[in-house]
């Protein structure tokens, strides 16, 4: 009897260790959540761009006419515009958005002939590219690939007359469309104040416009985190044609901007 009571006494203490053993045992410590990082940085920028106009204008089938506005001559005959961007991008990707609005106008003879004429135009151009970095491996330099598109509207107001008289004859008249863009997107970065941007792209492929191409380039200024400034020049060509308006044009000038990154 004494053995079986101290088997039995073992036997109710091995069943009791389990159960201690859970109730001795230490929960883990809660494990504090990963902090999400956004990585991304956002510009906003204003900017005013003297775009001069040089090329062959026509309206419903009047002209086309050279149209020369030189780019010391765009804010005489510039008589409203606003401009302005906004993009973002991390350390693979990047995206930018472009607007501009501008009303211009022109007047001149028409070749050697005795006939004078006179334009107007109201424009928007709205403008939005995505972008990849490209595995360049070369220190405080960024390299994008870029596809987006470019929306065109245009306006158009053109009279022709003889030279000393009234104009006879004028026509207006809207055109639209937008063209697909491939190209490449350069930031380099000489430190923490001095950069440079460039900007190049090529489209239209017959989707809207024949031909379309736009070159960009600028040096900057950080200022702060948050506040810098550029100055740079700008040119967008176009090869448009459709029902008697024809827009085969290069627009080009000096732009200075401000930006606000956040």
């Known amino acids: 009897m004494k053995k079986l009571g101290l088997f039995g006494l073992i036997f109710a203490m091995l069943g009791a260790a389990p159960a201690m053993a859970a109730d001795l045992s230490v929960e883990p410590a809660p494990v504090a959540p990963t902090p999400v990082v956004n990585d991304w940085r956002f510009q906003a920028t204003l900017y005013g761009w003297a775009t001069g106009i040089n090329g062959d204008v026509g309206v419903r089938g009047l002209g086309p006419v050279d149209v020369n506005v030189s780019a010391s001559e765009a804010i005489s ?19 930018l958005t472009d607007f501009v609005w501008a009303r211009v106008s022109d007047s001149g003879q028409v070749g050697n002939k005795p006939l004078n004429y006179e334009y107007t135009q109201n424009q928007a151009i709205v403008q939005g590219i995505v972008g990849y970095r490209l595995p360049i491996n070369v220190d405080k ?5 870029t596809l987006g598109f470019r929306y065109m509207y ?4 053109l009279g022709l007359g003889i030279v000393g008289l009234p104009n006879s004859a004028s026509a207006s008249g809207s055109e639209q469309w937008i063209d697909p863009t491939v190209g490449l997107n350069v930031r380099y970065d000489f430190n923490d104040k001095w950069f440079v941007n460039a900007l190049g792209d090529i489209g239209g492929f017959g989707v809207g416009s024949d031909l379309t191409w736009q070159a960009f380039g600028a040096v900057g ?3 702060s985190k948050t506040i810098s400034t550029s100055l740079g020049y700008r040119a967008i060509y176009e090869d448009y044609s459709d029902g008697g308006f024809v827009y085969k044009t290069t627009q080009q000038g000096v732009m200075a901007g401000i930006g606000i990154h956040f």
């Open 77 to 95: 005959d510039l008589h409203g515009a606003f401009m302005g961007s906004f993009g973002g991008n991390n350390d693979n990707w990047m995206f």
């Open 141 to 145: 330099l960024t390299v994008n690939g």
């Open 154 to 157: 245009l306006d158009g107001d």
């Open 221 to 223: 200024y950080n200022w």
